[in-house]
Every structure is written in structure tokens, then in C-alpha cells.
């Protein structure tokens, strides 16, 4: 699978937009881009994905560079809620299984 | 609806023992996946099962097997348990296997094997 590369740790204010990286310059052009959290002593969760164009749902905002080459997690108002750390993952279209495999993550801290 | 079950929450196991981990995925979900989480590490893919067959395979020595029963919920199984086996375990449910597909993670099990 190809590889993405996250920055170790960020910083944001609460109620400030959080603006989170991700380089994937190997990506195929049918691999999804996933993101997830894990915040303190849970599982994974699903925040967003997309292939192409840029997403939005009720938790984040996923925006795609033209080229695929590197995304960025759009958290707009960032809570306490939202310290964890954020996993960018990418899954080929077609896929004979559901393994994902992680890297190491960006660790957000949300200062109050 | 339900989300994904794991027992138990917590487990502490001797050296050379064995331990079997449970997951309950959510209702409908035919894939199960299992993965190791440790600090040095972080979070590896261990296998995962479909409809009652190990669809894939991460790289861990055969003392970590699995199994699916008909009813999809999953077993993890680990034999002579070494202290670097201590780590969280968790399993992942999904419904099919694209790459749009979203997996949902249960809240782990966390092995201190002394």
C-alpha cells in the first residue's frame, strides 16, 4: 500500500480552525483517501474520505490537492473534544480485504 | 444501532499462557479485522476474516490465529504468550471490501501479559 506522511504533532486554540497535512506523492490513481482519530483509550474512529474532489460532512472538511499528492483534514472549530491523534490512510479501490494500515500519525493537541 | 464489542476490556496473563480475545461486530458486518497496538509499533494489521475465512494476513508469527463463526463475530487467539504480546488488541467490523469502505473499530482489549 502506498505510503503517507503525517507531522509527528500539531497545535491549535480552541475554537480555531485546525488545518491537518498529509503527503501521499505515490498514490495510484484509484486509492481512496482516508482519514481517522483515535482519541484517549478508544478505538479508531471514521472522520472522512475521498477520492477526488473535496468532502464535507458533520465533522470535518477533506480537501484533495489537483495533483492527489497531499490532502489536509479540515477540523473548522477545533474542541477539546477533538485532541486525539489523526490517521491519513490510503485504500486502494479495489480491494480484496479490509486491512488498513496505519501509519504513525499526527498528535493533535487542542490548547484551551 | 450497536457498535462493536470486545471482550474483555482488560486481561492479564502469565508468561507461556494462552489468551482468546472476542469480538461482536456490529449487526450485518461480514468482515472482521484484528490489530496489535504499541507504543514502539503503533497500530499493525494481525488478520482478517470474511464470511468465515482469513481474507488477509499481517506479518505475526503463527502463535496468532483467528476465527470467524457463522454468525460473524471473531475469536483471536494467542498461544505461549511472550511479554511483547502485551499491547491493545483491536478488532475492526466492516460491511464489504472497497476502498471506499469505512471500518468501525471497537474499544480494544488491553493484554499486560507479566
Known amino acids: 500500500d502506498a505510503k503517507t506522511t503525517q507531522p509527528n504533532s500539531m497545535e491549535s486554540n480552541e475554537e480555531e480552525p485546525v488545518h491537518l497535512p498529509c503527503n501521499h506523492s505515490t498514490i495510484s490513481g484509484t486509492d481512496y483517501i482516508h482519514w481517522y482519530r483515535q482519541l484517549p483509550s478508544q478505538g479508531p474512529e471514521y472522520v472522512i474520505h475521498g477520492l477526488t474532489s473535496n468532502v464535507n460532512n458533520r465533522m470535518a472538511s477533506l480537501a484533495i490537492a489537483e495533483d492527489r499528492k497531499s490532502s489536509t483534514l479540515i477540523l473548522h472549530r477545533a474542541t477539546l473534544r477533538d485532541a486525539a491523534v489523526y490517521y491519513c490512510?490510503?485504500?486502494?479501490?479495489?480491494?480484496?480485504?479490509?486491512?488498513?494500515?496505519f501509519g504513525t500519525g499526527t498528535s493533535l493537541t487542542v490548547i484551551p | 444501532k450497536a457498535g462493536v464489542t470486545q471482550t474483555p476490556r482488560y486481561l492479564i496473563k502469565t508468561r507461556g499462557q494462552q489468551v482468546t480475545l472476542s469480538c461482536s461486530p456490529i449487526s450485518g458486518h461480514r468482515s472482521v479485522s484484528w490489530y496489535q497496538q504499541t507504543p514502539g509499533q503503533g497500530l499493525q494489521f494481525l488478520f482478517e476474516?470474511?464470511?468465515?475465512?482469513?481474507?488477509n494476513k499481517g506479518n505475526f508469527p503463527g502463535r496468532f490465529s483467528g476465527r470467524q463463526f457463522s454468525n460473524s463475530r471473531s475469536e483471536m487467539n494467542v498461544s505461549t504468550l511472550e511479554l511483547g504480546d502485551s499491547a491493545l488488541y483491536l478488532c475492526a467490523s466492516s460491511l464489504g471490501g472497497q476502498g471506499y469502505t469505512e471500518a468501525f473499530f471497537g474499544q480494544g482489549t488491553r493484554l499486560t501479559v507479566v
Open positions: 476474516y470474511f464470511s468465515e475465512t482469513q481474507r
Open positions: 490512510i490510503l485504500r486502494p479501490s479495489l480491494t480484496t480485504g479490509n486491512q488498513f494500515y
